[in-house]
């Protein structure tokens, strides 16, 4: 599966579980990243959502997507 591939099976939004899960981190970590404005996150009705276009970037893999 391409980089492209699993960017568009992703959901539009993420939980910060499912980001943790994607990086092999713990969920404080990805908390972490948030509140130090290190990766994007919106507030959502059912708590902190990642936009995967936010996550793609912190991993840099955003130049990979416009390759």
Do not use: C
Not at 8 to 35: C, Y
């Amino acid at each position: 599966m391409t980089l492209s591939d699993q960017y568009q099976n992703m959901p539009k939004l993420l939980k910060v579980s499912e980001v943790a899960d994607f990086t092999g981190t713990h969920e404080r970590t990805v908390r972490r990243w948030i509140r130090d404005g290190r990766l994007g996150a919106v507030e959502h009705p059912s708590g902190l959502r990642i936009p995967r276009r936010a996550l793609w970037r912190f991993l840099g893999l955003d130049l990979a997507l416009s390759a």
